[in-house]
Each structure stands twice: as structure tokens, then as C-alpha cells.
């Protein structure tokens, strides 16, 4: 399988280095690291999507595709280039070659692409599909769901298993696609969040995380060290500190223990896409 990393969402929040580490003006970025992954006889599966195009044209349409009060705290930059549907065209597949879309949660900037593929089925945890559909309570949950960004997608829900990967639970049948390809339950910053894991060839693994961890130095090292701005963020967006926290740490130990096996990386820091899309270690 031949994995592509697209960044479908760019975010520049005011603070720069409170928030990414390394920028030196008053703005910062933050990505949208989505996977579009070719297969041999499943068509072609993407993990996330970004902003879609529906989001760039009509980010306020009633009902509100994405948050204002999101949009100006993260100055979120919409374009049209971005979105995984014209980057897919770009690299010479048509969306119709999209034939399934597998989630790590729900929130508008992984979420907001999925109309752009009617044709594929969209898998995810069952209690992500119940949290996202509600009733929602709090001022965080009421806002980071938009059920028009997805209104119409053929689902495909799933319960955690079991069945054990690297000591996680894992969701390993997921309707028509390979088993290369599982879903690894990471509670904390919503209840149905989800890690993907991938299989590539030659046997070592790729975790996208999703938003189980925001910051590179939060990963592959014996100690967490995370810019205040993310640190601030994952609090305000959490469903639940202690699973988050929990979750977090077991990632952090996944990272260092098997660090020969499993390279692991998270939805929104652009030095992992960078080094991602160069082929550099992490």
C-alpha cells in the first residue's frame, strides 16, 4: 500500500511559538494531517479529510458548517487547494476512486470533507457516531460538531474489541477494507476518538494518533514537553482529562518502546508532515 500525506487544513493562530515551537512572527500553524492510502483491491481509503470544499465556499451558511468562535481562534485559512478532494484530483485519482473514509473523531477540522465523497463509506467508532449526533451539552461540545458536513454519509459503526494491538484494544474488521488497516481506540478527547493504524509493506506499523497528542515533543521521549498554546488547547477541546491523559501516556511509551516497529504521528504538528512527506525520521 502506497500511503500519501496530505495537509487538508491550515491553521494560523495568533501566539506563533506559543503554539507550533518553532515559528518566528506573531502568527503560528497548525496542520490537518489527513492519510489517502492506495490499495490494491479496496480502492482508495483516506484517514480524515480536513475542510471540504462545501467548508471554503460556505463556512457560515445556516445551518453553520464551521464555528466562528473556532474560526477566529485559530484564524483558520479555508482554500480550496487544501481540501482532500482537489488534492486527490491533482495526484490523477477521482473522487469517485474514494471508496472509504476512516475517522479518528468527528470534529469539524477532520470532518468536513467527508460530503465531497458520497460514494464511500465512512467508518468510525459507535460511540463517536452517538456523542457526535447528541444531544450536546457545554459551550466545546455544541460547537465542534456540525452535522452538515456529514449529513448523508453511509456509516459504518464500530464497538472496541478485544482483540490486542501492542496492548491496545483494536477494531480489526472494518467493512471491506484489508486487514492492514485497524482502528485503535484512544479515548479522552472525545469518547468515540480513535487512533488508524496501518500496515505497510515490508511490516512496520504507522499510527496516526489523531488528536491524541498535538505537539512532537510530547512523543519519543522519556518526558512530555508540549508549547503552552497546544497544552491549552487539548484542555479546552477534552471530553475527559484522565482518559485523555492516560491514552496520551500510553501512546508517549508505544512511541519509545517500539520505536523500530511503529512510527507515530498526530493530526495537527507540521514538522511530523514535513518529515512524513520527506521520508526523515521522526
Same mark, same amino acid.
Not at 518566528?24 to 492510502?37: D, F, K, N, R, S
Given at each position: 500500500?502506497?500511503?500519501?500525506?496530505?495537509?487538508?487544513?491550515? *491553521?494560523?493562530?495568533?501566539?506563533?511559538?506559543?503554539?507550533?515551537?518553532?515559528?518566528?512572527?506573531?502568527?503560528?500553524?497548525?496542520?490537518?494531517?489527513?492519510?489517502?492510502?492506495?490499495?490494491?483491491?479496496?480502492?482508495?481509503? #483516506?484517514?480524515? %479529510?480536513?475542510?471540504?470544499?462545501? !467548508?471554503?465556499?460556505?463556512? @457560515?451558511? $445556516?445551518?453553520?458548517?464551521?464555528?466562528?468562535?473556532?474560526?477566529?481562534?485559530?484564524?483558520?485559512?479555508?482554500?480550496?487547494?487544501? %481540501?482532500?478532494? =482537489?488534492?486527490?484530483?491533482?495526484? &490523477?485519482?477521482?473522487?469517485? !476512486?474514494?471508496?472509504?473514509?476512516? #475517522?479518528?473523531?468527528?470534529?469539524?477540522?477532520?470532518? +468536513?470533507?467527508?460530503? !465531497?465523497?458520497?460514494?464511500?463509506?465512512?467508518?468510525?467508532?459507535?460511540?463517536?457516531? *452517538?456523542?457526535? %449526533? +447528541?444531544?450536546?451539552? &457545554?459551550?466545546?461540545?455544541?460547537? =465542534?460538531? =456540525?452535522?452538515?458536513?456529514?449529513? +448523508?454519509? !453511509?456509516?459504518?459503526?464500530?464497538?472496541?474489541?478485544?482483540? &490486542?494491538?501492542?496492548?491496545?484494544?483494536?477494531?480489526?474488521?472494518?467493512?471491506?477494507?484489508?486487514? /492492514?488497516?485497524?482502528?485503535?481506540?484512544?479515548?479522552?478527547?472525545?469518547?468515540?476518538?480513535?487512533?488508524?493504524?496501518?500496515?505497510? *509493506?515490508?511490516?512496520?506499523?504507522?499510527?496516526?494518533?489523531?488528536?491524541?497528542?498535538?505537539?512532537?515533543?510530547?512523543?519519543?521521549?522519556?518526558?512530555?514537553?508540549?508549547?503552552?498554546?497546544?497544552?491549552?488547547?487539548?484542555?479546552?477541546? /477534552? %471530553?475527559?482529562? $484522565?482518559?485523555?491523559?492516560?491514552?496520551?501516556?500510553?501512546?508517549?511509551?508505544?512511541?519509545?518502546? @517500539?520505536?523500530?516497529?511503529?512510527?507515530?504521528?498526530?493530526?495537527? *504538528?507540521?514538522?511530523?508532515?514535513?518529515?512524513?512527506?520527506?521520508?526523515?525520521?521522526?
Amino acid at each position: 500500500m502506497r500511503i500519501h500525506h496530505l495537509n487538508c487544513a491550515t *491553521d494560523c493562530p495568533l501566539g506563533g511559538a506559543i503554539f507550533d515551537g518553532r515559528s518566528t512572527g506573531p502568527l503560528g500553524e497548525i496542520v490537518g494531517h489527513c492519510l489517502l492510502i492506495e490499495t490494491d483491491a479496496h480502492g482508495l481509503v #483516506l484517514v480524515d %479529510t480536513g475542510y471540504g470544499l462545501n !467548508d471554503v465556499a460556505h463556512p @457560515h451558511r $445556516s445551518p453553520e458548517r464551521i464555528p466562528k468562535f473556532f474560526r477566529g481562534l485559530l484564524n483558520i485559512r479555508l482554500r480550496e487547494e487544501e %481540501t482532500a478532494a =482537489r488534492q486527490i484530483e491533482a495526484l &490523477g485519482f477521482a473522487r469517485e !476512486d474514494v471508496r472509504h473514509i476512516v #475517522l479518528t473523531h468527528l470534529d469539524f477540522d477532520h470532518a +468536513g470533507g467527508i460530503d !465531497d465523497f458520497p460514494g464511500a463509506r465512512v467508518h468510525l467508532l459507535k460511540a463517536e457516531y *452517538d456523542q457526535a %449526533t +447528541g444531544p450536546w451539552t &457545554g459551550f466545546v461540545q455544541s460547537r =465542534r460538531y =456540525r452535522p452538515a458536513q456529514w449529513q +448523508g454519509a !453511509d456509516w459504518r459503526t464500530y464497538s472496541a474489541s478485544g482483540q &490486542g494491538w501492542f496492548g491496545f484494544d483494536a477494531v480489526r474488521q472494518l467493512d471491506g477494507l484489508p486487514p /492492514e488497516i485497524l482502528m485503535v481506540p484512544l479515548p479522552g478527547h472525545t469518547w468515540g476518538h480513535a487512533g488508524v493504524a496501518i500496515r505497510q *509493506d515490508g511490516g512496520r506499523w504507522l499510527l496516526q494518533a489523531g488528536d491524541a497528542y498535538f505537539y512532537r515533543g510530547e512523543m519519543r521521549a522519556a518526558r512530555r514537553r508540549c508549547t503552552p498554546g497546544l497544552r491549552a488547547y487539548q484542555s479546552l477541546m /477534552e %471530553t475527559n482529562r $484522565s482518559h485523555r491523559l492516560r491514552n496520551q501516556e500510553r501512546v508517549r511509551r508505544l512511541s519509545v518502546d @517500539h520505536r523500530a516497529e511503529i512510527q507515530v504521528i498526530c493530526s495537527h *504538528d507540521p514538522v511530523e508532515l514535513e518529515c512524513c512527506r520527506a521520508g526523515r525520521p521522526l
